[in-house]
């Protein structure tokens, strides 16, 4: 393993923490961002999207011999709709197992009161931090991703470990259960659609470019295009 390793471009920011050695089976790759912020002030959030197993709870079995239940598992997303604001929540009572989930299109911007709570959950406390742990079924751990109107970003995850404390796996399932029974505005019929398209442009003249394709009997076909001029930016 390689602890504090800068990569060897000269400037870089990234911090390489740990690093599987070649041919190795397993192991974990950890890289630090010094540079991502852990403070954002900004209101202007453009999209949210949370995801977590939550640290174990130590509970006392009821005298059935059942546990009280317990939030193990919290998905949030949330991103600015027009006149709206589409959400998106699932929860769990157990790390694995059955989910509930419900989304809506909410009347109004609720974005920047979600900005106020990401502040006071301290989420971009481990801003930067990725760490993937290779041979882990999915759902050991979470990740944590946000864009801003100002350029800032939320971009922290760790494959084998959660990535939010109970308290703020609790805070985010609640603020998102509220809103969602808040005043709901009709999603946008899909009649017609034929195609939908991501893109996005990078200051370092790198890209993403996604369409999909959607054929009458509901499957679709995905074209992806990207260029990193940044050999320290990757995408997942």
């Not at 950890?30 to 453009?46: K, N, V």
């Not at 006392?60 to 709709?81: E, I, Q, T």
């Not at 054929?215 to 050999?231: E, L, M, T, Y």
Request: glycine fraction near 10%; charged fraction near 30%; charge should be negative.
């Amino acid at each position: 393993m390689l602890f504090g390793k800068k990569t060897n471009k000269p400037d870089s920011d990234i911090v390489i923490l740990k690093q599987t050695q070649p041919d190795t089976c397993g192991g974990t790759d950890a890289t630090l961002d010094r540079a991502a912020p852990r403070e954002i002030a900004s209101d202007a959030l453009l999209w949210f999207d949370g995801e977590s197993v939550l640290p174990y709870l130590d509970r006392a079995r009821r005298d059935d011999g059942s546990f009280p239940p317990c939030l193990g598992y919290v998905h949030a997303f949330a991103a600015a709709a027009g006149e709206g604001t589409f959400l998106f929540l699932s929860t769990g009572e157990e790390r694995h197992g059955e989910r509930t989930s419900a989304w809506a299109l909410v009347k109004g911007d609720l974005m920047p009161d979600l900005a106020r709570l990401i502040r006071e959950q301290e989420l971009a406390a481990h801003n930067g931090y990725h760490s993937q742990t290779h041979g882990l079924p999915e759902n050991f751990g979470g990740s944590v991703r946000a864009r801003y109107a100002t350029g800032e970003k939320l971009s922290f995850e760790d494959n084998q470990s959660p990535v939010l404390s109970r308290g703020q796996g609790q805070a985010l399932a609640d603020w998102f259960a509220a809103r969602l029974k808040e005043e709901r505005l009709p999603l946008p019929a899909l009649d017609g659609m034929t195609a939908l398209r991501f893109e996005e442009r990078r200051d370092d003249g790198g890209f993403t470019e996604v369409d999909v394709t959607l054929n009458a009997d509901g499957s679709a076909r995905v074209a992806r295009r990207c260029r990193f001029d940044d050999p320290t930016v990757y995408e997942k």
